[in-house]
């Protein structure tokens, strides 16, 4: 199995969001929070949709500065339209859905590139950013991919795009907005949780 096979392998994906299976962290509130127990909330997926939808539909294109003029650069790159050329039905709008997806939810967005033999990109995966870890060899960094096979896989720069949702000083990942605000969020679980149980036993006080 050849490495980028191990590194792609089998994605999930619910609503262009990674979900893994991450130790939840337990908040104030008593409830356990994760990436997927958070989209369980009404609001926090909607929002996060919201967000990812509208990114997602707002034009791209690519660049070139000649003379230090901006110009269109054509012919424009295959991966605009068609990201993953064995998938058609996987366009441009979902690759960036699922980059704004990763970005609001693990607060990382970690971009595969695959190039062809002449060095061209010809294939753009989102990849799970739990499985991506940062580290830094004279000042550089590189990355520790995990592959579905959980053989650790090393990768330059030139083959990841790392965006980081906030990060300040020598942060070389992002904090997670999820553990960041996982309070409010428990709040917001069990509330949910509390009116469904008030609903389920009638909507009916129980007796002092």
Same mark, same amino acid.
């Given at each position: 199995?050849?490495? +980028?096979?191990?590194? *792609?392998?089998?994605?999930?994906?619910? #609503?262009? !969001?990674?979900?893994?299976?991450?130790?939840?962290?337990?908040?104030?509130?008593?409830?356990?929070?994760?990436?997927?127990t958070a989209l369980s909330i009404g609001a926090y997926y909607a929002a996060v949709k919201l967000y990812a939808d509208t990114v997602a539909s707002l034009p791209w294109d690519t660049?070139?500065? *000649?003379?230090?003029?901006?110009?269109?650069?054509? %012919?424009?790159?295959?991966?605009?339209?068609?990201?993953? %050329? #064995?998938? %058609?039905?996987? !366009?441009?709008?979902? +690759?960036?859905?699922?980059?704004?997806?990763?970005? +609001?939810?693990?607060?990382?967005?970690?971009?595969?590139?695959?190039?062809?033999?002449?060095?061209?990109?010809?294939?753009?995966?989102?990849?799970?950013?739990?499985?991506?870890?940062?580290?830094?060899?004279?000042?550089? %960094?590189?990355?520790?991919?995990?592959?579905?096979?959980?053989?650790?896989?090393?990768?330059?720069?030139?083959?990841?795009?790392?965006?980081?949702?906030?990060?300040?000083?020598?942060?070389?990942?992002?904090?997670?907005?999820?553990?960041?605000?996982?309070? !409010?969020?428990? +709040?917001?679980?069990?509330?949910?949780?509390?009116?469904?149980?008030?609903?389920?036993?009638?909507?009916?006080?129980?007796?002092?």
């Amino acid at each position: 199995m050849s490495i +980028l096979r191990r590194i *792609i392998g089998e994605t999930r994906a619910i #609503g262009g !969001t990674w979900i893994t299976d991450n130790q939840p962290l337990v908040s104030s509130a008593g409830v356990a929070i994760n990436e997927q127990t958070a989209l369980s909330i009404g609001a926090y997926y909607a929002a996060v949709k919201l967000y990812a939808d509208t990114v997602a539909s707002l034009p791209w294109d690519t660049y070139i500065r *000649i003379d230090g003029t901006r110009r269109p650069y054509r %012919p424009s790159p295959s991966w605009l339209t068609t990201p993953q %050329p #064995g998938n %058609p039905n996987f !366009t441009g709008f979902d +690759l960036k859905h699922r980059m704004v997806s990763s970005l +609001l939810v693990d607060g990382n967005c970690f971009v595969l590139f695959i190039r062809g033999r002449n060095g061209d990109i010809v294939e753009m995966r989102v990849l799970d950013p739990k499985r991506v870890e940062i580290r830094e060899r004279d000042g550089i %960094p590189y990355y520790i991919v995990t592959a579905q096979d959980n053989v650790a896989v090393e990768l330059t720069a030139d083959a990841i795009l790392h965006i980081p949702l906030f990060a300040t000083g020598s942060m070389l990942r992002a904090p997670s907005p999820v553990e960041q605000h996982r309070t !409010t969020l428990g +709040l917001a679980s069990t509330t949910q949780l509390y009116s469904a149980k008030f609903y389920e036993q009638g909507a009916s006080p129980s007796a002092v």
